[in-house]
């Protein structure tokens, strides 16, 4: 199975607990990969984390506070055991095999496109205990801002919604819009959604998060991919299954 560049680097792993998500920390409910029939089995919750980046979480939202006072972070996705991490995945080739009218079950080179543009923002759900996806270990959230009291969805806009396949979900596309596009209003709604993914990351990175080089919605503390891009020579987390 293919590795990530930040899959080289060696766990050792800590023996911080798995813990639901605080009241203070907005959970997306329903959960979005359960209403689509993922094997979480009849117990086990996604919306848990390492504790020592639960208290990292709650840090990042204090400075968001501080930054926008009536907005807070609001939690798509945290722990993900490896039999969902392969639903997703294969449900996602399938879809966008579908989306583009090519036979999600027959070999074939768009089909092997299709499944290198999902690789970019979808882990291979690797048994390997040294290469465990990121969400796996319980050191990955995926997470978007929102407003406080908003009736309704309370997520403001970012641009894409969360797990969108393509270049509009990097971190900086929009920044990119905004210095290329020749329509004003074009530029000034890039900006703003700009401003925005800028402020999720400034906050997260502030409290100790990476974040993912694909996604502005992905962060982590502990895990290969945060060790990797913060020049760490270890990682503090490795997988967690079921409910260990």
Do not use: K
């Amino acid at each position: 199975m293919e590795l990530r560049p930040w899959n080289r680097i060696p766990i050792r792993d800590s023996t911080d607990p798995l813990v639901p998500l605080p009241e203070p920390l907005l959970r997306l409910e329903p959960h979005p990969y359960r209403s689509l029939g993922a094997p979480y089995g009849a117990t086990a919750c996604p919306f848990r984390l390492r504790a020592g980046v639960i208290e990292r979480l709650l840090a990042a939202q204090e400075l968001l506070l501080q930054q926008e006072p009536g907005w807070r972070l609001a939690i798509f996705d945290a722990w993900r055991p490896l039999a969902v991490q392969r639903f997703m995945v294969d449900l996602t080739i399938a879809e966008l095999c579908r989306e583009r009218g090519i036979p999600p079950e027959r070999d074939s080179p768009e089909r092997r496109q299709v499944i290198a543009e999902v690789g970019r923002f979808w882990a291979p759900p690797n048994l390997d205990p040294a290469a465990p996806p990121p969400h796996s270990t319980g050191a990955a959230v995926d997470l978007t801002l929102a407003r406080r009291g908003a009736d309704g969805d309370p997520c403001v806009a970012m641009g894409s919604a969360i797990d969108a396949i393509g270049a509009v979900s990097e971190p900086d596309h929009f920044l990119t819009v905004a210095q290329t596009s020749p329509d004003p209003q074009e530029r000034e709604r890039a900006l703003e959604w700009h401003r925005r993914r800028e402020l999720l990351r400034t906050v997260m990175e502030q409290a100790g998060f990476a974040q993912h080089p694909n996604e502005w919605w992905h962060f982590s503390w502990g895990d290969q991919l945060w060790a990797w891009r913060s020049g760490q020579r270890q990682a503090w987390f490795g997988r967690v299954d079921a409910d260990g």
